[in-house]
């Protein structure tokens, strides 16, 4: 069964402050990961999808890695702004039992001030 | 096409009532997901569509819990005899067909059962 474990949970900076989440997932036979954004109260939002054959993706200041072999991707975001603040969560897509069905962390709580 | 609408957004009801939950995903999109999400935890799976058929249930999802997709398009997620714990976010995603393609969610449903 697939695991994917998100480290920090919590994370408080300042504006200005590149910042790296990182997460790790149990099994590598994965088909993509994908980072989604979520604000208090509110459904989630799609930042970057990694296709396994890949080994990163950028959007903007977000930079997304992938290195199935160690089971590890990273979301690196650059000069971060209190607009930034939002639980980052990822998702691993693998193959279980036929089906295609995501696997989520906890995410990480990010609170950027100002 | 403006994306996954779930409805309604919130529902407060009292313990031992059903409640039904609509999901509208995106209309070229034949792979619906259902999900559910407590205070600080990721998205937790309960149940895959693709099309109109259910592929997968997750041990989550109880005899009081049915979820229907009737020709492939809107699905329901009816939970009968509702209790406190069933409190939670409820949260419907759709993909196409490919099984490395990207997965967009709807704003979830908040459910309060009192």
């Known amino acids: 069964k697939q695991e994917v474990t998100q480290i920090p949970a919590a994370l408080s900076v300042p504006e200005g402050e590149n910042l790296v989440l990182n997460c790790s997932f149990t099994?590598?036979?994965?088909?993509?990961l994908q980072w989604f954004r979520q604000d208090p109260g509110k459904g989630l939002t799609s930042l970057l999808l990694?296709?396994?054959?890949?080994r990163e993706q950028t959007s903007g200041r977000l930079n997304a890695s992938l290195d199935k072999s160690s089971g590890r991707s990273t979301l690196y975001i650059a000069a971060s702004q209190p607009g930034d603040s939002a639980t980052y969560l990822c998702?691993?897509?693998?193959?279980?039992?036929?089906?295609?069905?995501?696997?989520f962390g906890r995410g990480t709580s990010l609170i950027v001030h100002p | 096409d403006t994306g996954v609408s779930q409805d309604p957004r919130h529902k407060i009801t009292k313990r031992g009532q059903n409640v039904t939950f609509r999901c509208d995903p995106i209309?070229?999109?034949?792979?619906l997901y259902w999900y559910r999400q407590t205070l600080g935890q990721g998205p937790e799976f309960l149940t895959y569509?693709?099309?109109?058929?259910?592929?997968?249930k997750s041990r989550l999802l109880s005899d009081r819990f049915s979820a229907e997709r009737p020709k492939g398009s809107f699905s329901t997620l009816e939970i009968q005899r509702t209790e406190q714990g069933d409190s939670a976010m409820y949260l419907c995603?759709?993909?196409?067909?490919?099984?490395?393609?990207?997965?967009?969610f709807g704003q979830g449903t908040r459910l309060t059962v009192v």
């Open positions: 990694i296709q396994s054959s890949q």
């Open positions: 209309s070229e999109h034949n792979r």
């Open positions: 998702a691993v897509t693998g193959h279980s039992g036929g089906s295609y069905i995501p696997t």
């Open positions: 099994d590598s036979a994965i088909y993509n």
């Open positions: 995603a759709s993909s196409f067909r490919d099984r490395g393609t990207e997965a967009f």
């Open positions: 569509f693709q099309n109109e058929a259910q592929l997968e």
